[in-house]
């Protein structure tokens, strides 16, 4: 799929249009005036919950109407299997709209917002809703940017021992931590069910959550050598296990 990608919030009502379909609000200005579409040109409506329908550009008009035509009957993109999610212990500043925009596009399936004994972040009140509103708005243009249908689901934030529940019913779970003595790389992986990945805080999961998060049954794993940031190291973990369960062949 290589068309620009535009959600549309009534996909499953497409029908009731007729033959043109008006792309119009934030959605119709971006294609307008930031992609600059171009009658003849493909675009890709979707829902962002694995329904999408194709169709081609008829006319720009304005500044925000795009009008859509020769649309395709509605299709489905089915879950992908392992199905792969990510905890992200909350990262200081702007670092986790940065996690949450890499690990979209790689393909991950949901984010968990974890709030670790030593995040130093911390989601109270209306700061809280205005940070998780970011992470799913972030999840929502990234997964529009690397042409996904199926857009991440990102949770409401957790706390360590609902983490712990989330791990016990995992089909695979471990936590990235440097005192693994086993590499994700050589991990046993199932072929389908869910995957559960842990990824730590900048100042480190504490050994109370590392021993609550064993008796859950996930172990430590070690991606290498190094020791990535807490923005970067689901990213990097989550195409490991993408091109290790063949979701990338």
């Known amino acids: 799929m290589t068309a620009p990608v535009f959600v549309v919030d009534q ?7 007729g033959p043109e379909f008006v792309l119009d609000g934030p959605e119709g200005r971006h294609a307008v005036s930031v992609k600059r579409l171009r009658p003849g040109e493909d675009v890709v409506l979707t829902d962002g919950h694995g329904r999408w329908a194709e169709g081609v550009v008829k006319a720009a008009e304005g500044k925000d109407r795009l009008v859509v035509t020769d649309l395709e009957p509605v299709h489905e993109e089915p879950p992908a299997s392992p199905r792969i999610t990510v905890v992200q212990a909350l990262p200081k500043g702007d670092r986790g709209e940065l996690a949450v ?4 596009e790689v393909g991950v399936d949901a984010i968990v917002p974890w709030q670790a004994s030593r995040c130093i972040t911390q ?6 809703l205005k940070a998780l509103g970011k992470w799913r ?3 929502r243009e990234a997964g529009k940017q690397s042409r996904r249908v199926r857009f991440p689901d990102v949770a409401d934030a957790a706390t360590t021992r609902q983490v712990g529940a989330l791990l ?3 089909d695979f ?3 990235l931590h440097e ?3 086993a590499r994700l790389a050589t991990a046993e992986l199932p072929a389908e069910g869910e995957i559960v990945l842990v990824v730590g805080p900048e100042g480190g999961v504490s050994p109370e959550e590392l021993a609550l998060f064993a008796e859950a049954g996930a172990q430590p794993y070690v991606l290498g050598p190094t020791v990535l940031r807490t923005s970067t190291a689901g990213t990097a973990a989550a195409a490991l296990l993408l091109g290790r369960t063949g979701r990338w062949s």
Request: net charge negative; proline share 0%; hydrophobic share 40%.
């Open 168 to 170: 016990a019913r995992a």
């Open 179 to 181: 005192s693994g003595d």
């Open 137 to 139: 708005a972030t999840a």
């Open 123 to 128: 989601w109270k009140g209306e700061r809280g």
């Open 173 to 175: 779970a471990a936590v």
């Open 101 to 104: 925009e890499t690990m979209t």
């Open 11 to 17: 996909l499953g009502e497409l029908d009731r249009f």
